[in-house]
Structures are given as C-alpha cells and as structure tokens.
C-alpha cells in the first residue's frame, strides 16, 4: 500500500499498521459482556428451562424416591483412662481428640463393621433389607451410600446418620448400627486390657530379672576393687606415690639433661682447644711435667748466668740449650701422653653417667606407667560401680512403675468407664425429608442453567468464525478499517431503497456511515491516488453494490464527479437501482467496439454521479476485463472524472475481481458482519497481496446494534447530537446484493 498513510481510530474506525502481528486470540471483559448481550435471551431461556427442569426431577424424586435420615451422636472419651487408685486424670489435648473421633468414624465405615450390622435380626426384618438381601454386592454398597459417620469439628462427637425411603426403618436401622458397635467397643476394651495387662506383666518379669543381674554384678565388683593391690589406702595413697615417681622423673630428666649439655661443652672445647680446661688442668697438676718444667726454668737461668760470662757460640750455651731441648721435648711427649688418657677418661665418665642416668628413667617410667594403669584401672571400676547403682535405682523406680500401672489396669478392667465411647444422643425417628430438598434442587438448577448456558453461549461464540465486529477486523485482518456500515431494511427507514439512502436521507445514520468511509479514503492516501477504486467482496450477498453506489452519492455529494461502473457481467445490479428506459449499452458494448465512450456513460439522476451499465453478458467476461480497451477505458475517463468507482464480482467466485484489481489505483473490501467466515477474507487478502494488489481497507457491512452495545450506543448520540428524531431506526437484518 505504497502512499497510505495510518488511518486515526474514530467511532467508526480502528487501524493498526500493517507489520504489525496479529494479537493472540484471547477476550477481553468488554468483549465477553459484548457476547453476553448478544445472547441473552440464550441464557435467560437455558437458566429458566433447567429451573423447571430441576423441580419437576424434586418433584418425581419425591413422589419416587424419598429419603428419611435419622441421626445420633456418640461421644469418644480420652484414649487415656484415668488413674483410679490415684484419682487423677490425664488430660488430652485436641489433635489426640481429633485423632480418636476420626478413628472411630473409620472404623463405623469399615466393611467388617457393616457386615455385623446386616447380620442382626431386626435390620434384617426391615424392607429396606428385604429389597436387597439377594445381592450382598448392591446391599453393601447402598448400605455405605445410605450410612454416614462424621466427626465433629472441634469436639469428641460422631455424628451418625442413616437414610431409608421409611422413617421408622431409618431410626431402627441406626439403633442396630449403634447397638453393635457399643457391643464390638465392649469386646474389644476386654481383649486391649487383658493384653495390656499381660504386657505389663512380661516387662515387669524382664524387669526383674535384670535386676538380679545388675545387683550380683555390683557385688562382684565390689570384691574386686576391695581386693585391688595398692588400693588398702585408697586413692589418696596411689595419688601420693604417682606424685613422688614425678617429681623423681623430672630430677632425673634435668640431670640426663645437664649431662648432654656437659657432653656437647667437651666436644666443643677438644673442637676449638683440643683439650677440655679439666684435662689441661689435671695435666698441669701431673708432678712429673711439673718438675721437667721446673727442670726447664732451672737450665734457662743457667744459661742466662753463662750468657753474661759467655758468647752464644760457646760450647757451654750449646750444652745447656741442648739439654733445655732434651727436658722440654719429654715434657711435651709426658703432657700429650697424659692428656689422652686423661680425655678418654673425662669421655668415659660422662658416657657412664648418661647410662646410669637413663636406666633409672627408664625405671622410674615403667614403674609410673605401671602404677597408672593400675590407678586408671581402678578408677574405670569405681566408675562402672557408680553407674550400677544409678541403673539400680532406675529400675526399682520403674519396677514401681509397673506396679502401678498393672493395679491401675486391673481396676479398669473392673471400672464401667472402659470403654472410651458413649452414645451422646439416641436416633430420632425423622419428620421431614433429607431427599429431595426444594430449596437445593432449585438453586441447583438455577446455576447449572447459567453454567450450561455459559457453556453453550461461549461454545457456539467460538464455533461462529465470521467478522463480527470491528474488533475482529483489528485481530483477525491485519488492515486498516475504513468504516462500518449499520444493517438496514427498507421498511425501517419509510419505504427508502437502500441506494438512494445517502441521496434522499443524507440526516440518517447510514449516510453518515458511507460518509465516514469516504473521509478515512481520503485521510489513506493522497486523492490524486484513489482515482479508480474497485468494490469487491469474498463472496456474493456482502453488500458491495450498495457500497459502491452510497460512497458514489457521498462522493459527488461534495462536489466531485464520481463514474460508476458496474463490472460485475455475471450478476449485474447497477441497472435495477438505477433503472432507465429503452436499451441500455454498456461497459461490454464498449470493451468490444459496439458503442463509443460517450454512449455508454448516461446520467444517474444524482448531480455529479454518472453511471456504466454492465451491459449484456459476454462469453468471455476475464478476457474482455482483461483488455487493453478496458485500461484505456479507466485513463481517458480519469481526465474526466474525479472518482472511478467498479462494482465487481466476488473476489473468490470468479477471477474478474483480481484482474480489475491489478489496474485500479485500490481496492475496498466489503465484509458481511456475522456471515463472512475469517477464513475466507483471510484467503482473499492472501490472494490480493500475492497479485500486489493495493488494498485501500475494509468496510464491514450490515453490522446489527446491541441493547446496550457501543454500536447503539453511538447511534442514539448521533441522533441526539443532530436535534433528530430516531424515526428512522437502525434496520434489522437483510442481506443485499
């Protein structure tokens, strides 16, 4: 659609640009009250029909098949049982309650109950009875159908109800039930005691015996830590020697510890000195290198006296330095000598000391192991000692326990309280029916009408895929609406011809409709470019006709000259809604050379609009469409004429409709509210779009007002807006050509 511009959206028109996807196909509130108006009377009549529907079904169900409920309550009483020799009561709280009342009513509904229900004499002398006792299948099932039992919110009572066609039977029936399960609460009360009782029993013997057993085991125990070695102090005296070995530990460890480190000094001085101080003192000590070094000082002296008298070359000096040599070189030799033995046995001490000192440690620890494990021993014994006596007194004290409960069930088992349920309330005869109930058999079929009806409405609104509204044509279509047309019949609007409308009524609503589509035309594209314009439709009976010849009358009516060709050879109708005198020619004359341009054209009647008759129908009516005299035809009357209007065939009937639109400046669709499927405009829009068509909008056609619809609601604005009366009212329903 080269040149068109976005239509505005006014009362009449909705657009949407052309790119844009088609919404999902979901309603919007305003839609579904729009369905609701529409079928109203649908809901009113389905709503009322199930009403009476609904009480004449009470009505056969009461005269057929009536129902009497009787009802009772029994009371559960707390699981627990109150202590009857102490005169105290346990109490329960709800959720134990509530479990306890649901119990029971389980246990009421349980087959095995109801089979000893049916098996007693007087449910089995009832009708109700009699009617089904061939069939234990169908007496078991209407049994569980006719019978309730209900917990009670909140309290410990069991409502019971049983329904039959005879009062008196209901109650019966009921007593019979409540009866047996008093007697299956007896019984079974008797055999939970008796068990109970037995249990107790058994735990109380098991009891008991492990006693014997701890205590004989405590008294061995005993013997054995009096009789411990060591232990006739007690643990003070073991704590006392632990103490002493120690303390003589860690002597021992500083002295092995001062040994190392004297044995580390020694190593360090023979590194550095060769000889330790000790050695090199004992060495000097030694009377024998103390006298050669004495022995040394003397012959020095001497030497020194014979230097005073004599030279140092003297034989005498060298004599005496001799000697000096001599007593020197013995010294050294005794002083190494000494030092060696004395440094083996410095080295020798100390490694004695060391062993001596680690074998008293390694003494001293074995013994402080020793005397550990036997404190630790006896600490673990007086340990299992102490907790003995402490599971002794636990079990004497559960060993009174059990005492207590074994008399305490033994009273109960005596006591009328043993049994935990009561009847609360016997079963009353009924007066008046539980089936059927009027006040519910109406509102049912009071709402199963509206929900049937709502059912039905929406599924015949989905099954109708025609374009309704202008709504559909924006969801469904995907172009512009140029306009919608209100449906209208000729005895609505006082004897008016739908063609002459726009001309001799130009107040009413429907001439303001065609007037609306010739305004959106304009506002589509430039008017330069809506020279010739074709009228189709998907089909016949959409109104195309009347379409093109009011949008004609609006068009001239604003000073234009409009041409109206009728296209249409198969079906032709511009001729009755203009009728002429005499022999017409017309737009077939033309196209094969029988008649001039100016022959073919005549006059309307309408200043401004000038008509082309169909004229007779030719053998080849595409071809004749087709042609080059066709196109010529349109150019030369475009100098003329300011609008071309062709009323052609249906788009998807023949396939005249595409040929003339593939020389028009645009095409109007016309769509038939309500009759025109979606699927079949869609097709013709799939069609024209792969010809290239240019597709000026849609026009929906016939569109019938609501009560209360926005269609009505604009018509009777229109109308007050004018000062004009609404005489001339919105038509009823016709299809046109």
């Given at each position: 659609?080269?040149?068109?511009?976005?239509?505005?959206?006014?009362?009449?028109?909705?657009?949407?640009?052309?790119?844009?996807?088609?919404?999902?196909?979901?309603?919007?509130?305003?839609?579904?009250?729009?369905?609701?108006?529409?079928?109203?009377?649908?809901?009113?009549?389905?709503?009322?029909?199930?009403?009476?529907?609904?009480?004449?079904?009470?009505?056969?169900?009461?005269?057929?098949?009536?129902?009497?409920?009787?009802q009772a309550f029994i009371r559960c009483k707390m699981p627990n049982a109150p202590d009857l020799l102490k005169g105290q009561t346990t109490q329960v709280n709800e959720r134990v309650i509530a479990l306890e009342t649901q119990s029971k009513a389980a246990q009421l509904m349980g087959e095995s109950f109801i089979t000893r229900v049916l098996q007693r004499l007087r449910v089995q002398e009832t009708k109700w009875f009699q009617k089904r006792k061939d069939n234990a299948q169908e007496l078991m099932e209407d049994f569980k159908d006719s019978f309730y039992a209900s917990p009670r919110r909140d309290t410990d009572l069991i409502m019971l109800g049983f329904s039959a066609a005879r009062p008196e039977e209901a109650q019966a029936i009921l007593r019979e039930v409540m009866d047996q399960f008093q007697q299956d609460m007896v019984s079974g009360a008797e055999g939970e005691f008796g068990d109970r009782l037995k249990t107790l029993n058994k735990g109380k013997d098991d009891l008991t015996n492990e006693l014997t057993r701890l205590r004989n085991n405590q008294k061995d125990l005993a013997r054995l830590i009096s009789s411990t070695k060591g232990w006739e102090g007690g643990d003070i005296v073991v704590?006392?020697?632990?103490?002493?070995?120690?303390?003589?530990?860690?002597?021992?460890?500083?002295?092995?510890?001062?040994?190392?480190?004297?044995?580390?000094?020694?190593?360090?001085?023979?590194?550095?000195?060769?000889?330790?101080?000790?050695?090199?003192?004992?060495?000097?000590?030694?009377?024998?290198?103390?006298?050669?070094?004495?022995?040394?000082?003397?012959?020095?002296?001497?030497?020194?006296?014979?230097?005073?008298?004599?030279?140092?070359?003297?034989?005498?000096?060298?004599?005496?330095?001799?000697?000096?040599?001599?007593?020197?070189?013995?010294?050294?030799?005794?002083?190494?000598?000494?030092?060696?033995?004395?440094?083996?046995?410095?080295?020798?001490?100390?490694?004695?000391?060391?062993?001596?000192?680690?074998?008293?440690?390694?003494?001293?620890?074995?013994?402080?192991?020793?005397?550990?494990?036997?404190?630790?021993?006896?600490?673990?014994?007086?340990?299992?000692?102490?907790?003995?006596?402490?599971?002794?007194?636990?079990?004497?004290?559960?060993?009174?326990?059990?005492?207590?409960?074994?008399?305490?069930?033994?009273?109960?088992?005596?006591?009328?309280?043993?049994?935990?349920?009561?009847?609360?309330?016997?079963?009353?005869?009924?007066?008046?029916?539980?089936?059927?109930?009027?006040?519910?058999?109406?509102?049912?079929?009071?709402?199963?009408?509206?929900?049937?009806?709502?059912?039905?409405?929406?599924?015949?609104?989905?099954?109708?895929?025609?374009?309704?509204?202008?709504?559909?044509?924006?969801?469904?279509?995907?172009?512009?609406?140029?306009?919608?047309?209100?449906?209208?019949?000729?005895?609505?609007?006082?004897?008016?011809?739908?063609?002459?409308?726009?001309?001799?009524?130009?107040?009413?609503?429907?001439?303001?409709?065609?007037?609306?589509?010739?305004?959106?035309?304009?506002?589509?594209?430039?008017?330069?470019?809506?020279?010739?314009?074709?009228?189709?439709?998907?089909?016949?009976?959409?109104?195309?006709?009347?379409?093109?010849?009011?949008?004609?009358?609006?068009?001239?009516?604003?000073?234009?000259?409009?041409?109206?060709?009728?296209?249409?050879?198969?079906?032709?109708?511009?001729?009755?809604?203009?009728?002429?005198?005499?022999?017409?020619?017309?737009?077939?004359?033309?196209?094969?050379?029988?008649?001039?341009?100016?022959?073919?054209?005549?006059?309307?009647?309408?200043?401004?609009?000038?008509?082309?008759?169909?004229?007779?129908?030719?053998?080849?009516?595409?071809?004749?469409?087709?042609?080059?005299?066709?196109?010529?035809?349109?150019?030369?009357?475009?100098?003329?004429?300011?609008?071309?209007?062709?009323?052609?065939?249906?788009?998807?009937?023949?396939?005249?409709?595409?040929?003339?639109?593939?020389?028009?400046?645009?095409?109007?669709?016309?769509?038939?509210?309500?009759?025109?499927?979606?699927?079949?405009?869609?097709?013709?829009?799939?069609?024209?779009?792969?010809?290239?068509?240019?597709?000026?909008?849609?026009?929906?056609?016939?569109?019938?007002?609501?009560?209360?619809?926005?269609?009505?609601?604009?018509?009777?604005?229109?109308?007050?807006?004018?000062?004009?009366?609404?005489?001339?009212?919105?038509?009823?329903?016709?299809?046109?050509?």
């Amino acid at each position: 659609m080269s040149g068109q511009i976005a239509l505005p959206r006014t009362a009449g028109m909705a657009a949407r640009p052309a790119g844009a996807p088609v919404p999902m196909n979901t309603l919007t509130f305003k839609e579904v009250m729009g369905i609701i108006r529409r079928r109203i009377w649908l809901i009113l009549i389905v709503t009322i029909l199930c009403t009476i529907l609904a009480g004449g079904l009470w009505y056969l169900c009461r005269m057929y098949y009536p129902k009497y409920t009787s009802q009772a309550f029994i009371r559960c009483k707390m699981p627990n049982a109150p202590d009857l020799l102490k005169g105290q009561t346990t109490q329960v709280n709800e959720r134990v309650i509530a479990l306890e009342t649901q119990s029971k009513a389980a246990q009421l509904m349980g087959e095995s109950f109801i089979t000893r229900v049916l098996q007693r004499l007087r449910v089995q002398e009832t009708k109700w009875f009699q009617k089904r006792k061939d069939n234990a299948q169908e007496l078991m099932e209407d049994f569980k159908d006719s019978f309730y039992a209900s917990p009670r919110r909140d309290t410990d009572l069991i409502m019971l109800g049983f329904s039959a066609a005879r009062p008196e039977e209901a109650q019966a029936i009921l007593r019979e039930v409540m009866d047996q399960f008093q007697q299956d609460m007896v019984s079974g009360a008797e055999g939970e005691f008796g068990d109970r009782l037995k249990t107790l029993n058994k735990g109380k013997d098991d009891l008991t015996n492990e006693l014997t057993r701890l205590r004989n085991n405590q008294k061995d125990l005993a013997r054995l830590i009096s009789s411990t070695k060591g232990w006739e102090g007690g643990d003070i005296v073991v704590q006392q020697e632990l103490q002493l070995l120690h303390q003589e530990k860690l002597r021992l460890q500083a002295l092995l510890k001062e040994m190392e480190i004297l044995q580390a000094q020694v190593q360090e001085q023979r590194q550095q000195y060769g000889v330790t101080n000790t050695v090199r003192l004992a060495v000097e000590q030694d009377p024998l290198v103390q006298g050669l070094r004495n022995r040394v000082v003397g012959l020095n002296e001497e030497m020194s006296r014979l230097l005073e008298r004599l030279g140092e070359d003297h034989q005498e000096i060298r004599e005496v330095k001799k000697r000096i040599e001599a007593v020197q070189a013995i010294s050294t030799q005794r002083e190494a000598e000494l030092e060696r033995q004395y440094s083996a046995s410095e080295e020798q001490s100390i490694l004695n000391q060391v062993q001596s000192l680690t074998q008293e440690l390694n003494e001293i620890n074995d013994k402080f192991a020793e005397v550990s494990t036997r404190y630790s021993d006896m600490q673990q014994r007086l340990t299992d000692y102490e907790s003995g006596e402490e599971q002794i007194k636990l079990m004497v004290d559960r060993l009174e326990t059990y005492e207590n409960e074994i008399n305490s069930t033994k009273a109960t088992m005596t006591s009328p309280d043993r049994v935990r349920v009561e009847i609360a309330s016997t079963p009353t005869e009924p007066l008046e029916m539980s089936f059927p109930r009027l006040e519910i058999f109406l509102p049912g079929g009071f709402i199963l009408g509206l929900m049937l009806s709502a059912g039905l409405l929406f599924l015949l609104e989905f099954l109708d895929d025609s374009i309704k509204s202008p709504s559909d044509v924006v969801r469904y279509l995907n172009i512009p609406l140029l306009g919608i047309v209100p449906e209208y019949e000729d005895k609505d609007a006082d004897e008016i011809p739908i063609a002459k409308v726009a001309a001799i009524h130009p107040q009413s609503i429907f001439s303001e409709s065609f007037r609306q589509v010739r305004t959106n035309l304009f506002f589509s594209a430039p008017a330069e470019e809506m020279r010739s314009i074709l009228i189709t439709s998907s089909t016949a009976d959409c109104g195309k006709t009347t379409t093109a010849v009011n949008l004609g009358i609006t068009l001239a009516a604003e000073g234009k000259k409009v041409l109206l060709v009728d296209a249409n050879f198969r079906r032709p109708a511009l001729s009755r809604m203009f009728p002429a005198e005499g022999t017409q020619r017309g737009l077939s004359n033309l196209l094969v050379g029988q008649v001039q341009e100016s022959e073919a054209i005549r006059s309307t009647g309408t200043e401004g609009l000038a008509l082309v008759e169909s004229g007779p129908t030719p053998p080849n009516p595409a071809e004749l469409l087709n042609s080059v005299r066709m196109r010529e035809f349109l150019n030369h009357q475009k100098k003329h004429y300011d609008h071309i209007i062709i009323d052609g065939p249906p788009m998807l009937v023949v396939t005249d409709a595409k040929i003339l639109a593939g020389f028009t400046d645009g095409t109007l669709l016309v769509v038939h509210a309500e009759d025109t499927p979606r699927g079949v405009v869609q097709r013709m829009l799939r069609e024209l779009r792969a010809g290239n068509v240019r597709i000026l909008g849609v026009l929906l056609n016939a569109v019938r007002p609501r009560r209360g619809g926005y269609f009505q609601e604009s018509y009777d604005r229109y109308y007050e807006y004018i000062g004009g009366e609404k005489g001339t009212s919105l038509p009823g329903g016709k299809k046109r050509s």
